[in-house]
Antibody, heavy 115, light 107 residues
């Protein structure tokens, strides 16, 4: 069955770069897109960006200058990198299948930005 | 960006009650509207896509409707497992945006 699992550091210092990995199983990245979505504590959901099945990307304009999404199809992994982290980037980070309708979600990984 | 206004932000309700959650877009979104449920442990589950299509495995007590800028999610008879957060999401244009959420609480 389709599964997605996020991994990465739980704590990042301000101004540093966040690197997260989404490892998928039960689907091929060459025929599926994967999105990243985040949720600050006690707040709502924010779509961050997507990597499409052809390797193209689209990012939320609010964070586009700081964000990069890439993938390694041989390892079934999608990567998120976001630089210049601030405390307001503290959030649960989710990866999910698809772009328009997120039909499978990972469990999320909590990232805290703090010195 | 399209703003999604979800109401109410919280809703106390009783088991067996019929409830409706509303979602209004800042511009027409041509029925490109989905609904999700988030449980207290953070798990997110898709419920409805393209306004009114039920995700496989979702109970038939859930339904969606709407058009233009106004959409709604209805639960016909609340079960204990339905008390959770609910979010709408538009995909008419990028960036995809979510409503601020509705917390369905036990009365």
């Amino acid at each position: 069955q389709v599964q997605l699992k996020e991994s990465g550091p739980g704590l990042v210092q301000p101004s540093q770069t966040l690197s997260l990995t989404c490892t998928v199983s039960g689907l091929s990245l060459t025929s599926n897109s994967v999105s990243w979505i985040r949720q600050p504590p006690g707040k709502g959901l924010e779509w961050m960006g997507v990597i499409w099945s052809n390797g193209g990307t689209d990012y939320n304009s609010a964070i586009k200058s700081r964000l990069s999404i890439s993938r390694d199809t041989s390892k079934s992994q999608v990567f998120l990198k976001m630089n210049s982290l601030q405390t307001e980037d503290t959030a649960m980070y989710f990866c999910a299948r698809n772009w328009e309708y997120f039909d499978y979600w990972g469990q999320g990984v909590m990232v805290t930005v703090s010195s | 960006d399209i703003q999604m206004t979800q109401t109410p932000s919280s809703m106390p309700a009783s088991l067996g009650e019929r409830v409706t959650i509303s979602c209004r877009a800042s511009q027409g979104i041509s029925n490109y509207l989905n609904w999700y449920q988030q449980k207290p442990d953070g798990t997110i589950k898709p419920l409805i896509y393209y306004t009114s299509n039920l995700q496989s495995g979702v109970p038939s007590r859930f339904s969606g409707s709407g058009s233009g800028t106004d959409y709604s999610l209805t639960i016909s008879s609340l079960e204990p497992e339905d008390f959770a957060m609910y979010y709408c999401q538009q995909y008419d244009s990028s960036p995809l945006t979510f409503g601020s959420g509705t917390k369905l609480e036990i009365k």
